[in-house]
């Protein structure tokens, strides 16, 4: 079971404590593989199913300019 119980998880709505990249968890602290870049004082968006929370997963990833 890969739950996450000592990190903050932020529900779709709040405002963003600071800019990080945040990952998708499940109702019980399950991944999705999900990741959203939100910048502090945002607000975090809806997430793909109801119940699902935002969890800080690192710094946030810069988009590669030169990819297309």
């Known amino acids: ?26 109702t019980h602290g399950h991944k999705t593989g999900v990741f959203r870049n939100v910048e502090q004082g945002h607000r975090f968006p809806p997430t793909p199913l109801p119940l699902q929370q935002y969890i800080p997963a690192g710094p946030a990833h810069e988009p590669d300019m030169w990819s297309w």
């Open 1 to 26: 079971m890969s739950t996450n119980t000592n990190t903050e998880q932020y529900r779709p709505g709040n405002i963003c404590p600071s800019t990080v990249r945040y990952a998708i968890v499940g």
